[in-house]
T-cell receptor, first 115, second 115 residues
Framework: KAGVTQTPRYLIKTRGQQVTLSCSPISGHRSVSWYQQTPGQGLQFLFEYFSETQRNKGNFPGRFSGRQFSNSRSEMNVSTLELGDSALYLC??????????????FGEGSRLTVL | AQSVTQLGSHVSVSEGALVLLRCNYSSSVPPYLFWYVQYPNQGLQLLLKYTTGATLVKGINGFEAEFKKSETSFHLTKPSAHMSDAAEYFCAVTRNTGTASKLTFGTGTRLQVTL
């Protein structure tokens, strides 16, 4: 069974640009969550999608957005990039339903550098 | 609100020695607790989790953790460290109210294993 796949693995952008990151969950998993990891703030929850609906959202500005497609693949977008957006963005999938606590399976992340 | 505190950002042990990584949590409702491990340039992998039931939880790679409600702790232990255990370890908490994927992580503990 293939794991969680994130693309691209590495990317460099400049301030003011926008970026789209992609996540393909494990087959059969309907929940996709996104986390931002930085040395200063650690791991912070961005949002979760389940069956194409945003189920939860963290405390990030509106520049951070996401969506989920009918095949459960998810994308997140960051507009008007700032230097502080440089981070490792981790996607995690889960076979959760009805709020049951399941295991999160993480991808290897997309490392974004903003210059 | 929930939170976790990991005592010690860096822990160094000799190969074969006991590994003890500390985690204390704060939660107004019964917590679900997790330990994840992150190897360099990789995503996170679940070591073990506590939801309900037995308070001593056994995980992968010989790790285990004990949920102690009276001490609000969920410390991670391994009787004998191996060089391959060198990684960063994260404690995380959530609660079962539809936020199954919204984990709150600690700041992490980097484990170094020396010969």
């Amino acid at each position: 069974k293939a794991g969680v796949t994130q693309t691209p693995r590495y990317l460099i952008k400049t301030r003011g640009q926008q970026v789209t990151l992609s996540c393909s969950p494990i087959s059969g998993h309907r929940s996709v969550s996104w986390y931002q990891q930085t040395p200063g703030q650690g791991l912070q929850f961005l949002f979760e999608y389940f069956s194409e609906t945003q189920r939860n959202k963290g405390n990030f500005p509106g520049r951070f957005s996401g969506r989920q497609f009918s095949n459960s693949r998810s994308e997140m977008n960051v507009s008007t990039l700032e230097l502080g957006d440089s981070a490792l963005y981790l996607c995690a999938s889960s076979f959760t339903s009805g709020g049951a606590v399941g295991e999160l399976f993480f991808g290897e992340g997309s490392r974004l550098t903003v210059l | 609100a929930q939170s976790v505190t990991q005592l010690g950002s860096h822990v160094s042990v000799s190969e074969g020695a006991l590994v003890l990584l500390r985690c204390n949590y704060s939660s107004s409702v019964p917590p679900y607790l997790f330990w994840y491990v992150q190897y360099p340039n990789q995503g996170l992998q679940l070591l073990l989790k506590y939801t309900t039931g037995a308070t001593l939880v056994k995980g992968i790679n010989g790790f285990e953790a004990e949920f102690k409600k009276s001490e609000t702790s969920f410390h991670l232990t391994k009787p004998s460290a191996h060089m391959s255990d060198a990684a960063e370890y994260f404690c995380a908490v959530t609660r079962n109210t539809g936020t199954a994927s919204k984990l709150t992580f600690g700041t992490g503990t980097r484990l170094q294993v020396t010969l």
